[in-house]
T-cell receptor
Framework: EDQVTQSPEALRLQEGESSSLNCSYT??????LFWYRQDPGKGPEFLFT???AGEEKEKERLKATLTKKESFLHITAPKPEDSATYLC???????????FGQGTTLQVKP | NAGVTQTPKFQVLKTGQSMTLQCAQD?????MSWYRQDPGMGLRLIHY???????DQGEVPNGYNVSRSTTEDFPLRLLSAAPSQTSVYFC???????????FGPGTRLTVL
């Protein structure tokens, strides 16, 4: 069964304290892995797409990496405005549909 | 561009009532989808469409109907609301299946 698991469920950081969020997956044929950011009361906002192991993408303080079993979202020197829930989703080879993880809620304190 | 719009933002229904959640996009996207988001469950796909006139079921389609008569609109119909359908509903669109999806602001539905 296709599955996406994100850890930790919640993460509290001090401003400037770098860390990583994990997204592990077991799917039959990965076609793409997506990272989204979701603010309270809003819809998810697209961040990155990764297609193959070894691929990396960066945007401001965020960097996403991909291996054959997991993806990491690295947050360097976070600021309070980075506080949000980060969602990982995998597109499987069989159906082409997205399977979402449960998300990691990040809180960055000043 | 307005992007993806959803109406209403909030809705309260009684068990057994029916209603339609509206979704529209102005980006000329072929692919549109409906998700529900529940605490601890993540986003789950209800129905999706790869183009006007074509729809298919997602992971949790029971109790919901969709149609796609135009590229822009993709309404979600609740046939007979049940408390288990209390959730936040998101509509999304993308250029094609497998590309990044753009989400609407959501509709928070409560069924009493």
């Amino acid at each position: 069964e296709d599955q996406v698991t994100q850890s930790p469920e919640a993460l509290r950081l001090q401003e400037g304290e770098s860390s990583s969020l994990n997204c592990s997956y077991t799917v039959s044929g990965l076609r793409g892995l997506f990272w989204y950011r979701q603010d309270p009361g809003k819809g998810p906002e697209f961040l990155f797409t990764l297609y193959s192991a070894g691929e990396e993408k960066e945007k401001e303080r965020l960097k996403a990496t991909l291996t054959k079993k997991e993806s990491f979202l690295h947050i360097t020197a976070p600021k309070p405005e980075d506080s949000a829930t980060y969602l990982c989703a995998v597109q499987t080879g069989n159906t082409g549909k997205l399977i979402f993880g449960q998300g990691t809620t990040l809180q960055v304190k000043p | 561009n307005a992007g993806v719009t959803q109406t209403p933002k909030f809705q309260v229904l009684k068990t057994g009532q029916s209603m339609t959640l509206q979704c529209a996009q102005d980006m000329n996207h072929e692919y549109m989808s409906w998700y529900r988001q529940d605490p601890g469950m993540g986003l789950r796909l209800i129905h999706y469409s790869v183009g006007a006139g074509i729809t298919d079921q997602g992971e949790v389609p029971n109790g919901y109907n969709v149609s796609r008569s135009t590229t822009e609109d993709f309404p979600l119909r609740l046939l007979s609301a049940a408390p288990s359908q209390t959730s936040v509903y998101f509509c999304a669109s993308s250029y094609a299946e497998g590309r990044e999806q753009f989400f609407g602001p959501g509709t928070r539905l409560t069924v009493l």
